[in-house]
């Protein structure tokens, strides 16, 4: 019998192995390498956190060398917006885009912008997560939930409501990210305007947070103790920041949370659609989604990914589901209306 | 008598100037980088599809939120040219008329301040002074134990503070260089009668340096005017927009250009309205005339005045320079910013991040490359209008020099879309390449290196062209080798001047860059969204790095401080 | 060598006329000193005959060339002029003998002969062995004599000099005076001179030209001009003299009050106003001699009398009039102030000349040599 010492090593190999060779399986079965190889890169608008898009970019990279990815991650508003202008622009730079709004979707669809690809083996994933049209499928998922520092907020007083954010003994030290530039944010706005209303925000503005643009901000003014309670922001962020070992805790209020799909097409006019391809079935792959939901705390649509034990299922939790075609119609009218509360 | 000798006339054509048609290229090419972005800008402002109308501008200008904006400018300029001059003023004649102790290191310091990205500042400041995290709040806390922070740089003092330190080297320029003009024995005077120090500063020189006093708060208040990247990081998080802000929120999908356009013209007759005020001021000279025949200056004795002076001057250097610094270079090094430096804070994470992150070379690239292309043509140009000007060479030759400097009274957001309503509809496309950012920084920088174009050549007697001139050399061959090699450190300078403007611009970028073409300013702010500190207290040192490299050379080059420092070794 | 010839040259600038309709004649090889106050338009119009100014008006020929005129200006650089400016205008970058050899390229002279040609320049400039310095490191009066040597070794049809004394101390400047009128004799150069300075233009000059608000007031010899002004504005500029304000009587003299004098013409319309000139070295302390002939002799008061080392400037109170007379004495002072004296005023020395300056009349030069 082998030596416990050498068990995990020996894991650690065997993995390795079988990932080599089921990446040079892969390789050797696809024939889109070749063509992407010519057409030498994917460009990806994504909302995904940096940190995480570069990971999945280098994963690309190192299974098909001579394929770049070139990552351009910036808020989803923000996403939608470049993508527009350079259009107007007469401009095709983007092959993938994958933002955190679900409304964009339809517009885009609306506006034949996207190309219609079903991603290999995406079949097996949940009915949130696929266009009926097949145009574009969800990525990942998160929630957003309420977040404190432990150092400076007690388990006792925590939050544990959407409600109990309203409350005056927390003026001051909120801290909200912005429906104008997240999509994350977007879908958390107008799942409440379903929940509570827009009264809510009109009283939670009243508390002053502070305001940050990505979904991604709020966990680390959080962590480092510069608001110590943030009103939403995407679960990932926050779980990330916890694993660091920031003074973290994550708040699922009985409320709800509200559910954000973030959805990923390729673009009708994609200047490297084999790349594209290429890149879009690696990102849907079981593997990838795996890695999406080991280090960056994502949920995923395939059944077949493992979460982490402290986090909790999506089955287990009240989520709050937006419609698409709702946030489509009403993003002016989230947008506005926030700035009309909270000033900017 | 014999037949009159018929007088010889000359020929038209060895008359002509041969030089006129590059002037006049010259001219024409400065004509349309600003009056051309401005029509569009114009004529976006009263268009829609129902054709002329002045819709836009009722909205604008009527709509609540859009009116708070605009009053929230008013207070920022007003207070932080205040401010500025306040803290300007005094500094400037500490340094330049008294035996203050290390006035070349406070002089040094004042240009550190100067060049520093004032959106930097901002940032390092958020990382100071932020409610809760921030370095000096934590600080107070720890020792007086009170619950509520010292300061909250969000907010609008926050904002007019962090605006100042990084706009009074403005006025702390106009006025050195005037006090540099007065000579002691307008002072002296006053003295003999029995004034002392103070009296003598209050009542003398004051009055005398009041013109150079007025501009330089007008210069920062228009400099104040047209930030944008301080109100992003200080003014959004806590609820407020200014004129620039919102105008960068009008570019939001979907983009709202009539709206931009309109709301664009206030800011811009604001500016030139004050640009005109700074003008009369000055008189035609462009400098502050002053009484007396210039001639000694001899230095103010401070007494036992003069470790508190200093004390107070690195105050204010400590909170633009030090301070900031400091933290930014913490930050760089740190796992998590806002815990002490320990060794397991201590990182070099943060650096292999950015440097290794795709958009972050790119940018770096482009950056490099926008920074000299400007500054090669627009130090070119710069210097062949001012010379067109300074030697007077064609008719119209004061609407030129005007022209160039003209570009001051455009803040960069409204340039920005103004270039991107000409440049993004054919014919000429260029919206999603590098020349459009090329043409908003060229058109930028034209003022500044103008101006110093302007002060190299007014040094260069014209008798010395002349006197090339008359002994048989043409206007060109004149230029080459007369004027070019007197004028050389001064074109060094204005290239230098250019470089580090267009490296540290955002105002502009953060409107026309498109992801292929990020620069690092974009990046930065970039990262700021997405709370990335380590990665932009990397980047913000690295562009701290280059621009004071270029201050080096630049001043090796010029042989003298550019500060207001007089030119040492006579130039023959 | 060619002569310079001027006529109706106008410039203004902006509303202002700088020259207005000026006329001058400048024989080859002569040296005529621009003179007048500060705006009478001797350097723009020294600026116009460079080739740096377009006039609106009028011509420019030097010998039959013509090379201004309000249609066409041939540059400066192919003018074959030469030029000494105010403030010398030396290159710093450049040697002494850099600075000298610079013209002679464009005459094509070949490098060899140029070397030469500097030396000899500069040896008579006095400056020989300077080659290699920097302007920086010469004084003034240095300076000047490069910016000399540049002029002349390039051998220009004309001259033209800008006030090249002005920046001098007191005593190099009368030093220099002369050194510029040797060279002259020397070269033979037309020139046109300019200056603000009266005692410079009569030592420098063959003709002095005597400008006032753009026009030429008077022309002449110096001694002509000094002898013989033919305006108030001329007689005040050039020299020290008294003015007496009086009206003729159509029989060779004037009078003012009870005051008569008689003066040097005789063709004056009765009660015509005229304003007398009167040299105050011309009038002589004490009563005439054998030769007095029709002197005026006039009863007076000192004054005032001021010891000027090698003279005495006298302040004269004539009896019965308001007028006071300046005069020259010799030294040591013969009278004190209060002493009763006679002063003889020969008739040649009272130039009367017309009441009312009108600049309008321009002398155009030719007038008698």
Request: hydrophobic residues 50%; positive net charge; contains cysteine.
């Given at each position: 019998?082998?030596?416990?010492?050498?068990?995990?090593p020996?894991?650690?190999?065997?993995?390795?192995?079988?990932?080599?060779v089921?990446?040079?399986?892969?390789?050797?079965?696809?024939?889109?390498?070749?063509?992407?190889?010519?057409?030498?890169?994917?460009?990806?608008?994504?909302?995904?956190?940096?940190?995480?898009?570069?990971?999945?970019?280098?994963?690309?990279?190192?299974?098909?060398?001579?394929?770049?990815?070139?990552?351009?991650?910036?808020?989803?508003?923000?996403?939608?917006?470049?993508?527009?202008?350079e259009?107007?622009?007469?401009?095709?730079?983007?092959?993938?885009?994958?933002?955190?709004?679900?409304?964009?979707?339809?517009?885009?669809?609306?506006?034949?912008?996207?190309?219609?690809?079903?991603?290999?083996?995406?079949?097996?994933?949940?009915?949130?997560?696929?266009?009926?049209?097949?145009?574009?499928?969800g990525?990942?998922?998160?929630?957003?939930?309420?977040?404190?520092?432990?150092?400076?907020?007690?388990?006792?007083?925590?939050?544990?409501?959407?409600k109990?954010?309203?409350?005056?003994?927390?003026?001051?030290?909120?801290?909200?990210?912005?429906p104008?530039?997240?999509?994350?944010?977007?879908?958390?706005?107008?799942?409440?305007?379903?929940?509570?209303?827009?009264?809510?925000?009109?009283?939670?503005?009243?508390?002053?947070?502070?305001l940050?643009?990505?979904?991604?901000?709020?966990?680390?003014?959080?962590?480092?103790g510069?608001?110590?309670?943030?009103?939403?922001?995407?679960d990932?962020?926050?779980?990330?920041?916890?694993?660091?070992?920031?003074?973290?805790?994550?708040?699922?209020?009985?409320?709800?949370?509200?559910?954000?799909?973030?959805?990923?097409?390729?673009?009708?006019?994609?200047?490297?659609?084999?790349?594209?391809r290429?890149?879009?079935?690696?990102?849907?792959?079981?593997?990838?989604?795996?890695?999406?939901?080991?280090?960056?705390?994502?949920?995923?649509?395939?059944?077949?990914?493992?979460?982490?034990?402290?986090?909790?299922r999506?089955?287990?939790?009240?989520?709050?589901?937006?419609?698409?075609?709702?946030?489509?119609?009403?993003?002016?009218?989230?947008?506005?209306?926030?700035?009309?509360?909270?000033?900017? | 008598?014999?037949?009159?000798?018929?007088?010889?006339?000359?020929?038209?054509?060895?008359?002509?100037d041969?030089?006129?048609?590059?002037?006049?290229?010259?001219?024409?090419a400065?004509?349309?980088?600003?009056?051309?972005?401005?029509?569009w800008?114009?004529?976006?402002?009263?268009?829609?599809?129902?054709?002329?109308?002045?819709a836009?501008?009722?909205?604008?200008?009527?709509?609540?939120?859009?009116?708070?904006?605009?009053?929230?400018?008013?207070?920022?300029?007003?207070?932080?040219?205040?401010?500025?001059?306040?803290?300007?003023?005094?500094?400037?004649?500490?340094?330049?008329?008294?035996?203050?102790?290390?006035?070349?290191?406070?002089?040094?310091?004042?240009?550190?301040?100067?060049?520093?990205?004032?959106?930097?500042?901002?940032?390092?400041?958020?990382?100071?002074?932020?409610?809760?995290?921030?370095?000096?709040?934590?600080?107070?806390?720890?020792?007086?134990?009170?619950?509520?922070?010292?300061?909250?740089?969000?907010?609008?003092?926050?904002?007019i503070?962090?605006?100042?330190?990084?706009?009074?080297?403005?006025?702390y320029?106009?006025?050195?260089?005037?006090?540099?003009?007065?000579?002691?024995?307008?002072?002296?005077?006053?003295?003999?009668?029995?004034?002392?120090?103070?009296?003598?500063?209050?009542?003398?020189?004051?009055?005398?340096?009041?013109?150079?006093?007025?501009?330089?708060?007008?210069?920062?208040?228009?400099?104040?005017?047209?930030?944008?990247?301080?109100?992003?990081?200080?003014?959004?998080?806590?609820?407020?927009?200014?004129?620039?802000?919102q105008?960068?929120?009008?570019?939001?999908?979907?983009?709202?250009?009539?709206?931009?356009?309109?709301?664009?013209?206030?800011?811009?007759?604001?500016?030139?309205?004050?640009?005109?005020?700074?003008?009369?001021?000055?008189?035609?000279?462009?400098?502050a005339?002053?009484?007396?025949?210039?001639?000694?200056?001899?230095?103010?004795?401070?007494?036992?005045?003069r470790?508190?002076?200093?004390?107070?001057?690195?105050?204010v250097?400590g909170?633009?320079?030090?301070l900031?610094?400091?933290?930014?270079?913490?930050?760089?090094?740190?796992?998590?910013?806002?815990?002490?430096?320990?060794a397991?804070?201590?990182?070099?994470?943060?650096?292999?991040?950015?440097?290794?992150?795709?958009?972050?070379?790119?940018?770096?690239?482009?950056?490099?490359?926008?920074?000299?292309?400007?500054?090669c043509?627009?130090?070119?140009?710069?210097?062949?209008?001012?010379?067109?000007?300074?030697?007077?060479?064609?008719?119209?030759h004061?609407?030129?020099?005007?022209?160039?400097?003209?570009?001051?009274?455009?803040?960069?957001v409204?340039?920005?879309?103004?270039?991107?309503?000409?440049?993004?509809?054919?014919?000429?496309?260029?919206?999603?390449?590098?020349?459009?950012?090329?043409?908003?920084?060229?058109?930028?920088?034209?003022?500044?290196?103008?101006?110093?174009?302007?002060?190299?050549?007014r040094?260069?007697?014209?008798?010395?062209?002349?006197?090339?001139?008359?002994?048989?050399?043409?206007?060109?061959?004149?230029?080459?080798?007369?004027?070019?090699?007197?004028?050389?450190?001064?074109?060094?300078?204005?290239?230098?001047?250019?470089?580090?403007?267009?490296?540290?611009?955002?105002?502009?970028?953060?409107?026309?860059?498109?992801?292929?073409?990020?620069?690092?300013?974009?990046?930065?702010?970039?990262?700021?969204?997405?709370?990335?500190?380590?990665?932009?207290?990397?980047?913000?040192?690295?562009?701290?790095?280059?621009?004071?490299?270029?201050?080096?050379?630049?001043?090796?080059?010029?042989?003298?401080?550019?500060?207001?420092?007089?030119?040492?070794?006579?130039?023959? | 060598?060619?002569?310079?010839?001027?006529?109706?040259?106008?410039?203004?600038?902006?509303?202002?006329?700088?020259?207005?309709?000026l006329?001058?004649?400048?024989?080859?090889?002569?040296l005529?000193?621009?003179?007048?106050?500060?705006g009478?338009?001797?350097?723009?119009?020294l600026?116009?005959?460079?080739?740096?100014?377009?006039?609106?008006?009028?011509?420019?020929?030097?010998?039959?060339?013509?090379?201004?005129?309000?249609?066409?200006?041939?540059?400066?650089?192919?003018?074959?002029?030469?030029?000494?400016?105010?403030?010398?205008?030396?290159?710093?970058?450049?040697?002494?003998?850099?600075?000298?050899?610079?013209?002679?390229?464009f005459?094509g002279?070949?490098?060899?002969d140029?070397?030469?040609?500097?030396?000899?320049?500069?040896?008579?400039?006095?400056?020989?062995?300077?080659?290699?310095?920097?302007?920086?490191?010469?004084?003034?009066?240095?300076?000047?004599?490069?910016?000399?040597?540049?002029?002349?070794?390039?051998?220009?049809?004309?001259?033209?000099?800008?006030?090249?004394?002005?920046?001098?101390?007191?005593?190099?400047?009368?030093?220099?005076?002369?050194?510029?009128?040797?060279?002259?004799?020397?070269?033979?150069?037309?020139?046109l001179?300019?200056?603000?300075?009266?005692?410079?233009?009569?030592?420098?000059?063959?003709?002095?030209?005597?400008?006032?608000?753009?026009?030429?007031?008077?022309?002449?010899?110096?001694?002509?001009?000094?002898?013989?002004?033919?305006?108030?504005?001329?007689?005040?500029?050039?020299?020290?003299?008294?003015?007496?304000?009086?009206?003729?009587?159509?029989?060779?003299?004037?009078?003012?009050?009870?005051?008569?004098?008689?003066?040097?013409?005789?063709?004056?319309?009765?009660r015509?106003?005229?304003?007398?000139?009167?040299?105050?070295?011309?009038?002589?302390?004490?009563?005439?001699g054998?030769d007095?002939?029709?002197?005026?002799?006039?009863?007076?008061?000192v004054?005032?009398?001021?010891?000027?080392?090698?003279?005495?400037?006298?302040?004269?109170?004539?009896?019965?009039?308001?007028?006071?007379?300046?005069?020259?004495?010799?030294?040591?002072?013969?009278?004190?102030?209060?002493?009763?004296?006679?002063?003889?005023?020969?008739?040649?020395?009272?130039?009367?000349?017309?009441?009312?300056?009108?600049p309008?009349?321009?002398?155009?030069?030719?007038?008698?040599?």
């Open positions: 019998m082998t030596d416990r010492r050498h068990v995990i020996l894991i650690v190999l065997t993995l390795t192995a079988v990932l080599s089921w990446t040079a399986e892969a390789r050797a079965q696809d024939p889109r390498l070749e063509a992407a190889r010519k057409e030498g890169k994917v460009v990806w608008y994504t909302s995904l956190a940096l940190t995480s898009s570069e990971k999945v970019a280098k994963l690309f990279e190192t299974a098909y060398p001579g394929v770049k990815v070139e990552v351009h991650r910036t808020g989803s508003q923000r996403i939608l917006q470049r993508m527009m202008q259009l107007q622009a007469n401009i095709k730079n983007v092959d993938v885009v994958h933002t955190s709004d679900a409304g964009h979707y339809v517009l885009l669809k609306e506006k034949k912008l996207l190309m219609r690809y079903t991603p290999a083996g995406v079949e097996v994933f949940g009915a949130g997560f696929k266009d009926k049209d097949g145009y574009h499928y990525l990942r998922a998160t929630v957003n939930v309420i977040a404190y520092n432990t150092k400076v907020v007690s388990p006792a007083e925590a939050p544990r409501t959407w109990d954010l309203l409350d005056p003994k927390w003026r001051g030290r909120l801290v909200t990210a912005h104008g530039y997240s999509g994350v944010i977007a879908t958390h706005v107008l799942a409440l305007v379903h929940l509570h209303g827009w009264d809510y925000f009109k009283a939670l503005a009243q508390n002053k947070p502070m940050v643009q990505s979904a991604v901000d709020p966990s680390g003014v959080v962590a480092s510069e608001r110590p309670v943030a009103a939403n922001g995407g990932y962020t926050f779980y990330q920041v916890k694993k660091k070992g920031n003074p973290v805790e994550i708040v699922y209020p009985k409320e709800g949370v509200p559910l954000v799909v973030s959805p990923s097409a390729i673009t009708s006019f994609a200047p490297h659609p084999n790349a594209a290429l890149f879009t079935d690696f990102i849907f792959s079981r593997e990838i989604q795996q890695v999406l939901a080991d280090t960056e705390g994502l949920y995923s649509g395939h059944p077949q990914v493992t979460y982490p034990a402290d986090k909790p999506l089955s287990d939790l009240k989520v709050l589901p937006v419609e698409a075609e709702e946030l489509e119609k009403r993003n002016e009218e989230i947008k506005t209306r926030f700035v009309e509360f909270f000033g900017a | 008598m014999p037949e009159a000798v018929a007088a010889a006339r000359p020929r038209r054509w060895e008359g002509w041969r030089a006129a048609p590059i002037w006049l290229l010259a001219a024409a400065l004509v349309g980088l600003i009056l051309l972005p401005l029509g800008l114009a004529y976006m402002s009263v268009r829609s599809d129902a054709g002329f109308t002045l836009h501008y009722a909205r604008v200008l009527g709509d609540p939120p859009l009116q708070k904006a605009l009053w929230n400018t008013v207070v920022l300029a007003f207070w932080s040219g205040l401010l500025a001059l306040v803290i300007g003023a005094p500094l400037a004649w500490l340094t330049a008329r008294t035996d203050l102790p290390w006035r070349r290191s406070i002089q040094h310091l004042v240009m550190a301040s100067f060049v520093t990205p004032p959106f930097l500042g901002a940032f390092a400041w958020v990382m100071l002074a932020g409610p809760n995290a921030g370095y000096l709040n934590r600080l107070y806390r720890d020792w007086t134990g009170a619950a509520d922070p010292l300061v909250n740089i969000f907010s609008m003092p926050g904002l503070f962090v605006v100042a330190i990084y706009t009074f080297p403005y006025v320029i106009m006025i050195a260089n005037t006090l540099g003009l007065i000579a002691s024995d307008l002072e002296d005077a006053a003295s003999i009668l029995g004034a002392g120090r103070f009296q003598v500063a209050r009542t003398i020189t004051l009055p005398m340096v009041l013109p150079a006093i007025l501009s330089g708060f007008i210069l920062a208040v228009l400099q104040a005017l047209a930030l944008f990247g301080s109100p992003a990081i200080l003014a959004l998080p806590a609820g407020f927009h200014t004129v620039t802000t105008l960068w929120a009008f570019f939001q999908y979907p983009p709202r250009v009539e709206m931009a356009a309109a709301f664009s013209i206030p800011l811009l007759l604001a500016t030139a309205l004050l640009l005109i005020a700074q003008k009369r001021l000055l008189g035609r000279r462009g400098y005339a002053v009484g007396g025949k210039g001639g000694q200056r001899r230095v103010i004795r401070l007494g036992r005045w470790y508190p002076a200093l004390g107070a001057c690195l105050l250097l909170a633009a320079v030090f900031p610094y400091g933290i930014l270079l913490k930050a760089a090094f740190s796992r998590a910013w806002a815990q002490p430096l320990t397991e804070n201590f990182t070099l994470e943060n650096w292999s991040f950015t440097f290794l992150y795709s958009t972050t070379q790119s940018a770096i690239v482009n950056t490099i490359e926008l920074g000299v292309l400007t500054a043509i627009g130090a070119a140009l710069a210097t062949l209008l001012a010379y067109v000007t300074n030697r007077r060479l064609v008719a119209g004061q609407v030129l020099g005007f022209l160039a400097v003209a570009p001051v009274v455009i803040p960069g409204v340039l920005a879309v103004a270039l991107f309503v000409a440049y993004t509809r054919p014919p000429f496309l260029l919206y999603g390449t590098l020349w459009i950012l090329f043409l908003a920084y060229l058109t930028k920088e034209m003022p500044v290196g103008y101006s110093q174009s302007e002060a190299t050549l040094g260069i007697h014209p008798e010395l062209e002349e006197a090339g001139r008359i002994l048989g050399a043409g206007r060109f061959r004149v230029l080459h080798e007369i004027t070019a090699p007197l004028a050389r450190s001064g074109i060094i300078a204005t290239w230098c001047f250019v470089f580090i403007g267009v490296i540290r611009e955002l105002s502009a970028s953060i409107i026309l860059f498109t992801p292929n073409t990020k620069v690092m300013s974009v990046v930065i702010f970039d990262l700021k969204e997405e709370g990335q500190f380590g990665a932009i207290a990397v980047l913000g040192v690295f562009m701290l790095a280059m621009t004071f490299v270029t201050v080096v050379v630049m001043q090796t080059v010029l042989g003298r401080d550019v500060m207001g420092g007089r030119q040492a070794g006579g130039a023959g | 060598m060619p002569g310079i010839t001027i006529t109706g040259l106008t410039k203004r600038f902006g509303d202002v006329g700088a020259v207005v309709g006329d001058l004649t400048v024989r080859p090889g002569e005529v000193a621009l003179l007048g106050p500060s009478c338009g001797k350097t723009t119009t600026r116009l005959v460079a080739g740096f100014l377009t006039p609106e008006g009028g011509e420019i020929r030097v010998g039959d060339r013509v090379l201004s005129s309000a249609a066409v200006v041939v540059p400066p650089e192919r003018r074959r002029m030469a030029m000494i400016f105010q403030s010398y205008a030396l290159w710093p970058h450049m040697t002494v003998a850099q600075n000298v050899a610079y013209g002679l390229r005459a002279v070949a490098r060899g140029r070397e030469r040609r500097v030396d000899e320049m500069l040896r008579a400039v006095q400056l020989a062995g300077y080659g290699a310095r920097y302007p920086g490191e010469l004084s003034g009066g240095q300076q000047q004599r490069v910016a000399v040597a540049r002029a002349l070794v390039v051998e220009p049809e004309i001259l033209l000099l800008d006030e090249p004394l002005s920046n001098l101390d007191a005593s190099l400047r009368e030093e220099m005076r002369f050194e510029i009128r040797r060279l002259h004799e020397r070269f033979a150069i037309t020139t001179y300019v200056t603000h300075d009266q005692a410079e233009a009569m030592v420098i000059s063959d003709r002095v030209a005597v400008l006032r608000e753009g026009r030429v007031a008077q022309i002449g010899a110096p001694a002509e001009l000094f002898e013989h002004p033919r305006t108030r504005f001329v007689a005040e500029f050039v020299g020290k003299t008294n003015l007496i304000d009086a009206v003729a009587d159509g029989a060779g003299s004037v009078t003012r009050g009870t005051l008569r004098l008689r003066v040097a013409a005789e063709s004056l319309a009765p015509a106003p005229v304003v007398v000139s009167i040299r105050p070295h011309q009038i002589t302390l004490g009563a005439p054998r007095g002939g029709d002197a005026n002799v006039l009863a007076g008061t004054v005032r009398a001021s010891y000027l080392g090698d003279a005495v400037d006298y302040q004269v109170a004539i009896d019965g009039s308001d007028v006071v007379l300046r005069v020259t004495g010799g030294a040591p002072a013969r009278s004190r102030p209060g002493d009763a004296v006679a002063l003889t005023v020969p008739a040649s020395a009272c130039v009367p000349l017309p009441a009312t300056d009108d309008g009349r321009s002398d155009t030069g030719r007038g008698p040599s």
